[in-house]
């Protein structure tokens, strides 16, 4: 097998779903596999779940500082966290709360939203991209400081519905 046969054995597995593939000739073996994609595993999490993992983070620490005290506090601060919306990035830039310098912010504390409602600008390759929310409520908190860099999924607003 020369080296343009194997270079279109790849290109071939790369167009296909063969994850993994071996060739056993006289004195020659060959096995090419493909990384496999977690992405779309990542993209389908809903946006509740991100709240869970914050919330359950303190509650040892908690139950190691006052076992007796974390017990009445633990179920208090569930209901209150489980009713929070957690808008995300849906990408990597840098995050921006209003149009530009001076200009009110797209939204504060306190203010409503409705899907479709621009809540903030993220910056990615010299291009803004108004992000918008998919949720109606209240916001509650700003999880991210004005012109900070943000990460794909990150949390950037809890929203009360």
Partial sequence: ???????????????????????????FKITIKQKEQEVQQIVTVPAVTAVQPVVAAPQPVAAAAAPAAAAPAAPAAAPAASNLITIKSPMI?????????????????GD???????????????LFNEIESE???????????????????????????
């Avoid at 597995?13 to 056993?24: A, C, D, G, T, Y």
């Fill in 93 to 109: 830039g840098t995050f921006y709360r209003s149009a530009g310098p001076g200009k009110p912010s797209f939204v504060n504390v």
């Fill in 1 to 27: 097998m020369d080296f343009k046969q194997i270079q279109e054995l790849i290109k071939m597995i790369n167009k296909s779903n063969i994850s993994e593939l071996s060739i056993e000739q006289d004195q």
């Fill in 112 to 126: 409503e939203v409705a899907p479709g409602k621009v809540v903030c600008i993220i910056e990615a390759m010299k």
């Fill in 135 to 161: 949720v109606s409520g209240k916001i509650v908190k700003v999880l991210v400081e004005d012109a900070s860099p943000v990460e794909y999924d990150q949390p950037l607003f809890l929203v009360e519905p």
